[in-house]
């Protein structure tokens, strides 16, 4: 059984791409279903580090600090929205392990580094999971422009304001958690991308164009158990 957690998201980039929900459909379990935005499907790549992860309950000062980057979508089941996750590299082995083991979510372990820069945060990680396909990220990002807190059925507001995700058990059982935080305080970002390769890792083509991008600086986020659908 997962444990509830607890812990910060810092320094965040939310990096999106439109995409056809088709291309998103076929790598879904048939459980979900897209959830688009004006009509097209959203796949965003997440840098950003986790603070002080524990179980909820134990004090900020025994948790850990771990960088972070995943490649999500959003999806729908039975009209309750949330997020799925294709892929999720992390900096310490054994919190890959007990996420992929308690939480049924596909964590990988990388080599990460994050670092402010006079360019802004620096971000690269590497994967360096035993048997799982190559993936690299390389990148410099820093907000611009004033802070605002998304209206609601904005784009911005669809892309960051999801409070539950979804995964799959390894029988194909469909599980997902709940997120509780403050809403998101944004700002417009710039992104400077020199390698990305989790949209092949995950098996996508890499989306065309520039991505829609927001920053932000963070929020405190408490996890419910990881639970079975119905």
Same mark, same amino acid.
């Given at each position: 059984m997962s444990l509830p957690i607890a812990m910060g998201w810092r320094h965040l980039?939310? $990096?999106?791409?439109?995409?056809? /929900?088709?291309?998103?459909?076929?790598?879904? =379990?048939?459980?979900?279903?897209?959830? /688009?935005?004006?009509?097209r499907a959203w796949l965003s790549v997440v840098p950003y580090l986790n603070v002080d992860v524990r179980p909820r309950g134990v004090p900020a000062s025994v948790g850990v600090d771990l960088p972070?980057?995943?490649?999500?979508?959003?999806?729908?089941?039975d009209g309750e929205p949330?997020?799925?996750f294709f892929s999720l590299d992390a900096a310490?082995?054994?919190?890959?392990?007990?996420? %992929?083991?308690?939480?049924?979510? /596909?964590? +990988?372990? $990388?080599?990460?580094?994050?670092?402010?820069?006079?360019?802004?945060i620096a971000f690269t990680s590497e994967r360096r999971h035993p048997g799982a396909s190559p993936a690299e990220f390389a990148?410099?990002?820093? =907000?611009?422009?004033?802070?605002?807190?998304?209206? /609601?059925?904005?784009l911005a507001a669809f892309l960051t304001e999801h409070y539950r995700y979804y995964t799959t058990a390894r029988?194909?059982?469909? %599980? +997902? $958690?709940?997120?509780?935080?403050?809403?998101?305080?944004? %700002?417009?970002?710039t992104a400077e991308i020199e390698r990305n390769t989790l949209f092949e890792a995950n098996g996508f083509d890499a989306p065309a164009?520039?991505?829609?991008?927001y920053y932000s600086r963070g929020v405190d986020i408490a996890s419910s158990r990881n639970r079975r659908w119905g």
């Open positions: 980039l939310f $990096a999106n791409w439109p995409v056809d /929900p088709a291309v998103v459909s076929e790598r879904l =379990p048939d459980s979900l279903t897209v959830e /688009p935005y004006d009509g972070e980057l995943n490649l999500r979508t959003y999806v729908s089941r949330g997020v799925y310490g082995a054994l919190g890959v392990v007990g996420a %992929r083991l308690f939480h049924r979510l /596909p964590y +990988y372990y $990388a080599d990460i580094e994050i670092a402010a820069t006079d360019r802004g990148g410099t990002y820093e =907000p611009v422009g004033d802070a605002f807190t998304p209206a /609601p059925g904005s029988d194909g059982t469909l %599980r +997902y $958690a709940d997120i509780d935080h403050e809403p998101w305080t944004l %700002r417009a970002a164009g520039t991505p829609v991008c």
